[in-house]
């Protein structure tokens, strides 16, 4: 009897209403051996402007039965950042624990790299980011708002839990690279107490790990090293803030915000659904003319389906993307071509 998936969608606001859509369409194309069943939820920030949440009080509740999420983008000039990300995805992320987010960053064929001289075999990083407490834990506050004497506090939070559990899980995955590197990007010079713990916790699971090449980089020299000597890197680990910064400096390599996905994960424990999200924001300048790139959504799903445990299925959609990028005749305006977004995922859709 075939396996039935059933799949979350979180369109969202912007260019995530037209990514997601095709999206679907590649994953109903790939999945031979198994079935796919999806829902909508309509939350994001039209839906905080009718109802004032970004999700309803229950939305989490709504959620848990799935297998996973497939989000497409947050945010609107119409609502505060702050509100958009925190009451949404941050509540999801942070609800069900998913402690590591993952992000690839590498050259599709047939896709210049930015950076002069460099070719798609220097470029090939994969950062491990915490992604559940750290910069982002949200505690703090603001004293005599809107007076000359405004005090703004913000705490980060780093637990011993937190950052071993994700050290662990970046060590694993350079083990399983074929270069068995890894960097850790760290600020200890300056900040007395997290950074030293997190390059303590660090040298602690290394022993664990003798196999594996570790190098330990402040975070502003480590995003010169990603400009000046990115074949150095193979597995990077951040906290939340850190590599926050450093993947979306590593989506800039890859050409375009328009190719970055990411997964959400918690390989530990099921507390909710793992959430899959393409990184290139809303896009509200383009949104409703249908030629939002779809190559970070679609590349989304081949995670998603990688860590379902449809390994085959992901590698079927990779592959069809790459024959498509690879060709350079379908592209969407962001790599200099005139299609649109349906274009270019039924070009992948062929292939498959």
Not at 223 to 229: C, D, N, P
Not at 240 to 260: E, M, P
């Amino acid at each position: 009897m075939a396996k039935n998936y059933r799949i979350a969608l979180l369109p969202g606001d912007g260019i995530g209403k037209e990514v997601v859509p095709q999206a679907v369409r590649v994953l109903e194309a790939a999945a031979n051996d198994f079935t796919l069943g999806f829902e909508s939820f309509e939350w994001g920030c039209e839906y905080y402007l009718r109802t004032g949440r970004m999700m309803p009080p229950d939305g989490l509740e709504q959620l848990r039965p799935f297998d996973a999420i497939l989000l497409g983008a947050i945010g609107h000039p119409s609502v505060p950042d702050h509100i958009s990300l925190r009451d949404l995805l941050l509540r999801i992320r942070f609800s069900f624990d998913l402690y590591v987010n993952l992000r690839p960053v590498e050259i599709l064929p047939g896709i210049e790299p930015p950076l002069r001289g460099k070719t798609a075999d220097d470029i090939n990083m994969l950062f491990v980011r915490e992604n559940s407490e750290g910069e982002y834990c949200g505690m703090g506050g603001r004293f005599k708002a809107g007076t000359p004497d405004e005090v703004a506090v913000q705490q980060s939070v780093f637990t011993r839990k937190g950052v071993e559990r994700v050290m662990r899980y970046a060590f694993e995955q350079a083990r399983h690279r074929p270069r068995k590197c890894l960097a850790s990007a760290t600020k200890s010079n300056a900040m007395q107490y997290t950074m030293v713990m997190w390059d303590e916790v660090l040298r602690a699971v290394a022993r664990d790990y003798p196999d594996v090449a570790v190098s330990n980089y402040h975070v502003d020299a480590l995003a010169a090293r990603m400009i000046t000597h990115p074949e150095s890197l193979d597995v990077v680990v951040g906290s939340n803030l850190f590599a926050d910064i450093l993947t979306d400096l590593g989506a800039a390599l890859q050409g375009s915000l328009g190719l970055a996905s990411s997964a959400n994960l918690n390989p530990a424990e099921h507390l909710g659904p793992p959430m899959f999200e393409p990184v290139h924001g809303s896009a509200p300048d383009i949104e409703g003319r249908g030629v939002a790139n779809p190559i970070a959504a679609i590349s989304t799903s081949a995670l998603m389906m990688e860590h379902l445990g449809e390994p085959e299925a992901g590698r079927r959609i990779l592959e069809a993307l790459k024959e498509v990028t690879g060709e350079e005749t379908v592209r969407t305006p962001d790599l200099g071509g005139k299609n649109t977004t349906q274009e270019f995922a039924s070009a992948v859709i062929q292939k498959l």
